[in-house]
């Protein structure tokens, strides 16, 4: 019995911080500026808050997973964008990466 309750409540705080952290994230990738990254903090928030409970009625799951499941979807996403992003910007800048091999002259 008590290593059930020990589970539940780390898998609390893991969900927790979850989505403490993810939102965070996702707009820190997004936004440089703080006053824009609170703002659109809130809109992250919500949006995210609302799918998961429309899921939540949809389904009869539990809304805080849902809720981190979006987000960490949301998150994947924009991490992919800005990732292809910056790869495309090396690439039309010139840069190349390092080869191993020297030329030989």
Known sequence: MEAITLTTIADMQAIDA??????TLTIKLLIKKLHQMIIMGVCFGTCISTI????RDDKG????HLIVLASSKLFSLVLLK????????QTTLGVLPPSNHRDSI
């Open 18 to 23: 979850i989505l403490l952290v993810c939102p």
């Open 52 to 55: 998961g409970v429309d899921i």
């Open 61 to 64: 799951l539990q809304s805080k």
């Open 82 to 89: 800005e990732l292809g992003a910056k790869n495309r910007e």
